[in-house]
């Protein structure tokens, strides 16, 4: 599908065909493809057929990146079609499993809300919120659908603000213009759809400019559909890579190099303002394919930074920094903190 296609004109039957076809091309990254498939079959209204792929994907033989999240979209699938029962189990699963992503905590968190359970909403996006977020005074992007849905439940339960509304209304804030400068707490007002049906002129006008600043955050995110992201190597992947076309070596001095590199980059980009930053793990075999593929020579240095996109469009990217307690994206196996964390530079 195009990215200009108009989502009315999108046969989603025929694009997760396409999804599906395309996983069996590339297994390295059927889980990102079978979830697209996946969510185009629910918008097609075939939800059986969406809960079969994420039974697909976690009965598969291979690893998942993110077990949490396909069980989190099959919960929320289930519930839409009235398997409630099942869904809360899943549900009730994943919140004992306690996820370090916060995408599903979110989408259990939505479906909950969605079904009327607010107080369980609540105690979800909560749940979820004092894991990823205690002792952080600046959230990561990817946690704010958690801060910004735990404030919209608790606005309709008439709940006090408290410290995390507080963080929640500071991060939203910081991503709307000076001219639409709407709070959360008018976002998410209850009464605001009694007004769509007022007489009064100023009402109606009053709530098209919060509907305007709404959609404004919406296309904020969607136009950011993956990370701003920095290619690695793992070190025996960097060894063959190097060994097999010494022209990149001047890119690579020494993996500990690489890895420095890496760090510095990402901090530098994140003082410079850029938003949505991420890592993708380069192997030889998919390079030389993707090399292939252009028509171009692997020691082409120029491919490298192309490459990293590719695989950052195709879901691999992991975002950085990585969440408080989680290991290090450089694969030692020791804590953000204590590893890359900690580099001065």
Same mark, same amino acid.
């Given at each position: ?42 918008? $097609?209204?075939?939800? +059986? @057929? ?7 994907? /976690?009965? !598969?033989?291979?690893? #998942? %990146? ?31 499993? $306690?996820?370090?992503? +916060? @995408? ?7 479906? /909950?809300? !969605?079904?009327?359970? #607010? %107080? ?226």
């Amino acid at each position: 599908m195009r990215p200009d296609t108009p989502a009315e004109n999108v046969d989603h039957t025929a694009e997760a065909a396409r999804l599906e076809r395309t996983a069996g091309l590339y297994p390295e990254d059927a889980e990102a493809l079978l979830l697209q498939a996946a969510a185009h079959l629910e918008l $097609a209204g075939d939800r +059986p @057929a969406a809960s079969a792929l994420y039974d697909r994907l /976690l009965s !598969s033989q291979a690893a #998942l %990146e993110n077990p949490h999240l396909v069980r989190a979209l099959k919960a929320s699938n289930l519930w839409e079609y009235g398997h409630e029962a099942e869904a809360r189990a899943i549900i009730d699963g994943i919140r004992a499993s $306690a996820p370090r992503d +916060p @995408a599903p905590w979110v989408i259990v968190a939505e479906a /909950l809300e !969605s079904h009327d359970e #607010l %107080e369980a909403a609540q105690e979800t996006f909560t749940q979820g919120v004092r894991l990823l977020l205690t002792g952080v005074t600046e959230p990561p992007y990817s946690t704010h659908p958690l801060l910004f849905g735990r404030h919209r439940v608790r606005r309709m339960l008439g709940a006090p603000h408290d410290e995390w509304d507080t963080l929640a209304d500071t991060a939203h804030l910081a991503h709307v213009t000076p001219t639409s400068v709407v709070s959360l707490d008018e976002l998410h007002d209850p009464k605001r759809v009694w007004s769509l049906g007022s007489d009064n002129p100023a009402e109606l006008e009053a709530e098209i400019s919060r509907l305007r600043a709404e959609l404004g955050a919406y296309r904020e995110a969607l136009s950011r559909p993956f990370p701003v992201a920095i290619l690695r190597w793992p070190a025996n992947e960097l060894a063959e890579l190097v060994e097999a076309y010494p022209t990149l070596a001047a890119e690579y001095p020494s993996h500990e190099a690489h890895l420095s590199t890496i760090e510095a980059s990402l901090r530098e980009l994140a003082a410079s303002g850029t938003p949505n930053l991420g890592i993708v793990t380069g192997t030889v075999p998919s390079y030389e394919a993707f090399a292939a593929s252009e028509g171009a020579t692997p020691g082409d240095a120029s491919l490298l930074p192309q490459y990293a996109t590719t695989l950052a469009a195709r879901g691999r990217a992991v975002e950085w920094p990585p969440q408080r307690g989680t290991a290090c994206w450089c694969g030692s196996e020791r804590r953000y903190e204590e590893c890359h964390g900690s580099f001065n530079g």
